[in-house]
């Protein structure tokens, strides 16, 4: 079966510009989340739907990180404006089922550098 | 929220030998312990996973354990080899009412020294 796809692979903005990322999950998977991986860190969950609904959204950074998953498959994650401490790889992973124990299937990640 | 706590950060061990990993989690209600491993430059791929009402796992050289008591999983490598070498982590799972929420721990960095 195809993985979750993520693009791009790299970017490098400098501080104060906006970037997107994008992730489409593998078909059928109904939860999606995005992590921020920092250099030497576990993965931190951003944000995690269900669907096209938000499950949890708690440590998003909300004046600056913004993401949707309008029609419950794709999703995209924005920052604006980005900060040197955004650098890192952010991960989108998705899971098949809610209400069982599955895995989550990770993408590639995007990893960004805010210079 | 759940915090799970990983040890060693950091761990080299000869070929052959075994390699263990520990983690610590903090709420009760977590049911799922996948551990995932990370290859440089490359996407986090589940290794093994343990559900709640079982104590231990085992898949060829990989084993998990866990002990609810004291909220800790560990995973056990055998007969480490050089491709082995990668960070691991460990995560805690719980389902809320519209999915699981994974909870990650900050990953041990594995050397297989040949």
Known sequence: EAGVAQSPRYKIIEKRQSVA????????????????????QGPKLLIQFQNNGVVDDSQLPKDRFS????????????????????????????????????????????????V | GENVEQHPS?????????????CTYSDSASNYFPWYKQELGKRPQLIIDIRSNVGEKKDQRIAVTLNKTAKHFSLHITETQPE???????AASRIVNTGNQFYFGTGTSLTVIP
Do not use: M
């Open chain 1, 67 to 114: 993401a949707e998953r309008l029609k419950g498959v794709d999703s995209t994650l924005k920052i604006q404006p980005a900060k040197l401490e955004d650098s890192a790889v952010y991960l989108c992973a998705s899971s098949l089922v809610h209400g069982k124990n599955t895995e989550a299937f990770f993408g590639q990640g995007t990893r960004l550098t805010v």
């Open chain 1, 21 to 40: 990322f994008w992730c489409n999950p593998i078909s059928g998977h109904a939860t999606l989340y995005w992590y921020q991986q920092i250099l030497g």
């Open chain 2, 84 to 90: 082995d070498s990668a960070v691991y982590f460990c």
């Open chain 2, 10 to 22: 950091t761990l080299s061990v000869q070929e052959g030998d075994s390699a263990v990993i520990k």
